[in-house]
């Protein structure tokens, strides 16, 4: 799914894509010319290996973001979360995929492993 820069107003436009079993919505807004701000949610799951103990598991995806794209190459450097977008389109396929590739470099562990991280609440 893909918006022209100059469609998205200030308002505020709707958003939803998908990629497998995750699930990309929420909201764009204008709040500069060439920057649009987003908010939404993410939410369902993916395959990953756990990094402690080598597991294929699903992990279980549920968190907002805060995420803006630019027009163009952005000079200043106020937000953390961006991204540049070169032909004048905002593409929300690409922004869940980035923000899917970061959430991959975290260290993600099974549920095995994290409940052993959690001081064995379980008492085994
Ligand atoms: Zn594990």
Redesign the pocket.
């Given at each position: 799914m893909k918006i022209e820069f100059k469609k998205i107003p200030q308002s505020g436009i709707d958003f939803e894509v998908k990629q497998d079993n995750i699930k990309f919505c929420g909201n764009a807004k204008r709040v500069d010319k060439n920057l649009v701000k987003c908010n939404g949610n993410m939410s369902g799951s993916f395959n990953h290996i756990?990094d402690?103990?080598g597991?294929d598991f699903e992990k279980v995806v549920n968190q907002s973001f805060e995420i803006y794209a630019s027009n163009g190459i952005y000079n200043e450097d106020n937000y953390d979360n961006l991204i540049e977008y070169f032909d004048a389109y905002v593409n929300f396929d690409t922004m869940l995929k980035s923000e899917l590739e970061s959430l991959k470099c975290e260290y993600l562990?099974?549920k095995?492993?994290s409940r052993e991280n959690n001081n064995n609440i379980l008492g085994e």
């Open positions: 756990c402690r103990c597991v562990y099974c095995n492993c």
